[in-house]
């Protein structure tokens, strides 16, 4: 019942949002409204919001949140953690043990020593004890997989604080309670995954890096639902281009597996076996280009003026007035397809600190192009994962 | 363009493995950016990769082969000095071994960045005397790092990768 309630207030919220946005559904992408699935067992509500609060009092920006539930494996003692980033750059469950204290099972190597795994991202790494848990979200749920539970008394060992990154053990640093890793990969570090990845922790002692087999890795929890574990679908509405406070989604499992999931008519670019497309821009393609709803901006290079130095926002971009842009996706099956886009100041963005979602949020990189959630606003996007059979053929690969 | 025999390294490893770890650890281990170009055979030993060289006209490039399959570039002036290093691969590569001396103001200025309002993004660092930008995914990193005062004249950036 209260399931439902929300459900209703949810589907309410977003039709409200849409009858007062001139944007919606317009977007800076296709022209046409994204039809969001609202109800279904594979429908999760996302929600772009400030997320948790941190103490330097930054808000999350173009953050994607979705609940989580974490159950003691075949029992139902669980807990559900909300403010958990939806990413698509990323495979495994990733929890802060801030957030919950369930009796989870831990994984031991062969000669007993608990697991542990550091994990990088790009801007910073977690750490931390690898258990097991049913994982529930929406009406699917993946029994006895493995998830990291970040935040630990025990130290990094060298091989992770050799990457050099800054811990993201905590909310402060996370700026999430957790991340939700449903990504084009099946497992979260591969086949030959290195050792610097996942160690063993003896009681004393230092952690040792150790090769972490396919089976005992992180595994991207859409491939063990029962059904609807080929990919996901991120839906979620335009955002006009001042701003918006926060914006009202769904997470949908499956591609072709239900009634409200189907491809119908979007395009597939697939992924070569790195999890990347080549994105053209001014005539200069980069190969090593990619969609992930983690990141919070479109990240390219560009001669667009960047914000100073000396800002907040230092590495965004802080055109004088907003620049329209043009590039072409082409994925390793040789589709390809154009995606006008624009980048606007982000300085005047911030402004506003009631505001998380930013559809022109732009900032520097180079070598490739980073499509981050921007990119989802007013289309929706598919993810298929690694191997797995879809109405659009096999994953891996992005649809939209 | 030369080729080095990195099985013959192995091989001397194998044949005299305590008295090679008594010579890495003899040697300027962390000396990679800034270093002299010695320092590039220290990395091909420390990632267990092989190695190539190509010789351009103002620099020459080493290309390691990790065995975690991250591939680093080390360029070295004619003076012999690395001063950049590029990496791609599914993992980051060791920084602390490849930024030398300048990996605790990376650690800084990475910490920094993340502190502002940044969320999940590229590191892009830009400071008098070290730029490393670095970004991608899990299973596809890239990035690259370098010390602006020290690149050959007419070597570009955008041409370190």
Redesign the interface.
Known sequence: MKELRKLLIFTVTVGLACALSVACGGGSHSGTQNTIVTSGTNVAPVSVNLGPAAS?G?P????AFVSVTVCVPGTSNCKTIDNV?V?T???GLRILSSEFSLPLPQQNASDGNPVYEC??????YTWGPVQTADVEIAGEKASSTTIEVIGTSITPP??C??????P?NNVD?L?ANGIL?I?L?AQ???P?C?T??YYECPASGSCQGISESLAQQLQNPVTLFATDNNGVIIELPAVPAAGEASVSGSLVFGIGTQSNNGLSGAKVYTADG???FTTTLNGTPYS?S?I?S????F?FPSTITQCP?SS????FYCPASTQKLSATNQGANSVSGTVSFSVADAATL?ANPNDSAFSDLG??????F?W?LPFFYGQNVFVAIEGASTPGGPGPYWAY | MSEEHPSSVKSRARAAGTALVLLVAALPVWASLGGDASSVQTDQVHMQGTRQTTTTQSYTVSEIRAATGTVVREYASSTGTVFAIAWHGPWPPDMHQLLGSYFEQYVQAAKAQSAARMGRRPLMIEQPGLVVQSGGHPRAFSGKAYVPEMLPQGVRAEDLR
């Open positions: 330097d930054f999350s920006v173009n953050a980033l990413d750059g990323s495979s994990f990088p991202f790009v801007s910073g060298t091989g604080l050799n990457f050099g990154l800054p993201s640093s700026r890793g990504g990969a979260d570090c591969g030959g290195p610097s990845i790195s999890g990347n090593q990619f992930d983690g990141s919070n901006g990240f130095r907040n926002e230092p590495g911030f900032g520097t990189f180079s070598g490739a980073d981050g």
